[in-house]
């Protein structure tokens, strides 16, 4: 069965630095999801894209975080410089034709600031 | 701006009894409604998916109901078993595609 892959699983990284985070949406689908979540808190939406571009974004989804599709397979989060309150395990997800599809998740990777 | 809030927090039954989870929300403005299970340390796996215009889904032994002018969905598990111990979170999709996530309930079926 198809499924969201995201790499690394795990991130540690110093705080002001860059970090990317890549994820594999499923091969058909074109809409492409990434949210986050705090330890002991509830998942939070980041940013959803479609056809290329940034369809909606959260106050969270500030100038320090951008996403991209670089090639027909990869969809990357990136947070320019990191912050202590970046630490949280963060989920990238796609859903196929039309907005209101189910969102299929991936596996999340855990990024620690220090 | 969407609350979305699960009863209870925590849930701890015997195997083979049957279960509701509940889920509310504040604005009825909603797309659908999804139901995901989250294992420890895991990613989120969907189980059912309720568009705004349906009134239930069915997959096996759960089955979810959707009243949007009440503000409620329930995830009703049958026959609960030890494997189905996860936390259960419910989200409503939204204007732009996000999901608005509740806090879940944590279920723990005892053997």
């Known amino acids: 069965e198809p499924e969201v892959t995201q790499t690394p699983s795990h991130q540690v990284t110093q705080m002001g630095q860059e970090v990317i985070l890549r994820c594999v949406p499923i091969s058909n689908h074109l809409y492409f999801y990434w949210y986050r979540q705090i330890l002991g808190q509830k998942v939070e939406f980041l940013v959803s894209?479609?056809?290329?571009?940034?369809?909606?974004k959260s106050e969270i989804f500030d100038d320090q975080f951008s996403v991209e599709r670089p090639d027909g397979s990869n969809f990357t989060l990136k947070i320019r410089s990191t912050k202590l309150e970046d630490s949280a395990m963060y989920f990238c997800a796609s859903s196929a034709l039309t907005g209101g599809e189910t969102q299929y998740f991936g596996p999340g990777t855990r990024l620690l600031v220090l | 701006k969407q609350e979305v809030t699960q009863i209870p927090a925590a849930l701890s039954v015997p195997e083979g009894e049957n279960l509701v989870l509940n889920c509310s929300f504040t604005?009825?403005?909603?797309?659908?409604l999804q139901w995901f299970r989250q294992d420890p340390g895991k990613g989120l796996t969907s189980l059912l998916l309720?568009?705004?215009?349906?009134r239930e889904q069915t997959s096996g032994r759960l089955n979810a109901s959707l009243d949007k002018s009440s503000g409620r969905s329930t995830l009703y598990i049958a026959a609960s078993q030890p494997g189905d111990s996860a936390t259960y979170l419910c989200?409503?999709?939204?204007?732009?595609?996000?999901?608005?996530f509740g806090a879940g309930t944590i279920l723990r079926v005892k053997s």
């Open positions: 894209f479609y056809n290329n571009e940034i369809s909606e």
């Open positions: 309720i568009q705004s215009s349906q």
């Open positions: 604005d009825s403005a909603i797309y659908n």
């Open positions: 989200a409503s999709g939204e204007y732009g595609n996000k999901l608005v």
